[in-house]
């Protein structure tokens, strides 16, 4: 069961939705894998070779880990009502700390030294409170979220390539401890060296695994506020440390505190403002997902897996002035989730710039 879950998942073009529907639709993974071949279209299904998903599961294994696919009772149930939802997770530590209520905690790399000390004490508290707080184990911020819970409870550590891969290379032992006391998470597989592209789908986990999100320091444009907005996108709470007007590290979070995140200088102002379930949100409508759920796939293809030429598309669709996201989508041949990977990869490339009120526009530098 195992080994067809990993090819089903590993398939290259089966995105989230066609591997529920898979499974939902067969007996068994094994089944949902020999139907591969009648639905390919334009673009073919062809998964890896047995003996390509016997040796990751077997290097898995040798690290200690395990994997958790989304139809498994261990997949996080917060994580689970995304849309673009990871198929398969692969989980050093204790993977039942990953359905335990969670708080996200990121910022800025170049942290200055207050950042790490507010990182620090609020994560340490949090986790002492029972929380566990989760982060992308980024120079920074981020490792001082992890720093802090470790004292007082659990971290969850999601990482932007392979789970044998940490990234940055000198939080190897930070890894380690934390598999010892949390998990730590991966969506690639084994081996896969963390690139541009998969930053954001590592922030749509951080913000997926998490009821809340605290940003402590972040400069605008910044890998950080895109966590932020994900997690705003799927009825997530926003909560944000403010900081000094004159350090540009702090302009991004203190615009979010402007436009409605919550204030934060102790744990109580995350705990007085944490919900106990998400929000309902632009994305967070389930009866909308149970309908998605029961479309078929056209051509073969993926609804949230976006093809390469739709970036080419929406580049020529945006122009130095804001236009509506919802007018963009009108005018590509993109669908919702596609059109919102395609704009959170361009926005990490510096090429265009989200604005409030669901409105985008070209960098002038991109």
Request: glycine content about 10%; hydrophobic content about 45%.
């Amino acid at each position: 069961m195992t080994l067809a879950r990993l090819r089903l998942a590993r398939t290259e073009g089966v995105g989230p939705l066609t591997f529920r529907r898979l499974l939902a639709r067969h007996d068994d993974p094994d089944a949902a894998l020999a139907a591969l071949p009648a639905l390919s279209g334009k673009r073919p299904y062809v998964p890896p070779a047995e003996a390509d998903a016997r040796r990751e599961m077997a290097a898995l294994a040798r690290l200690g880990g395990r994997f958790v696919f989304l139809d498994d009772p261990l997949y996080p149930p917060l994580l689970a009502l995304l849309p673009d939802a990871p198929p398969v997770l692969a989980v050093l530590g204790d993977a039942a700390l990953l359905a335990a209520p969670a708080v996200a905690i990121v910022g800025a790399r170049n942290a200055s030294s207050a950042g790490h000390r507010v990182a620090e004490e609020l994560a340490e508290a949090l986790a002492g409170k029972g929380l566990t707080v989760v982060s992308g184990l980024a120079r920074g911020i981020d490792t001082a979220a992890h720093d802090g819970a470790l004292r007082s409870g659990g971290t969850v550590a999601v990482l932007p390539g392979g789970l044998d891969v940490p990234y940055p290379p000198e939080n190897a032992a930070l890894v380690a401890r934390i598999a010892e006391r949390g998990a730590v998470v991966a969506e690639s597989p084994l081996g896969t060296a963390p690139l541009n592209r998969h930053f954001p789908r590592r922030n749509r986990i951080v913000a997926g695994l998490s009821l809340g999100v605290v940003v402590v320091e972040a400069a605008h444009r910044s890998g950080t506020l895109i966590t932020a907005r994900l997690a705003l996108e799927h009825g997530r709470e926003i909560f944000a440390v403010p900081g000094s007007p004159l350090d540009p590290r702090c302009r991004g979070s203190n615009d979010l505190i402007r436009q409605g995140a919550h204030l934060t200088e102790t744990a109580d102002d995350v705990l007085d403002h944490l919900p106990e379930s998400p929000r309902a949100g632009p994305l967070f409508d389930p009866a909308r997902m149970a309908e998605t759920l029961a479309e078929p796939s056209p051509d073969g293809v993926d609804p949230l897996s976006a093809p390469p030429e739709g970036r080419a598309e929406i580049i020529e669709l945006i122009g130095l002035s804001p236009v509506s996201v919802d007018e963009v989508l009108r005018r590509c041949h993109l669908t919702p989730p596609e059109l919102q990977a395609v704009l959170t990869e361009l926005e990490l490339e510096g090429r265009v710039e989200l604005l409030p009120g669901r409105r985008v526009m070209r960098s002038p530098n991109g």
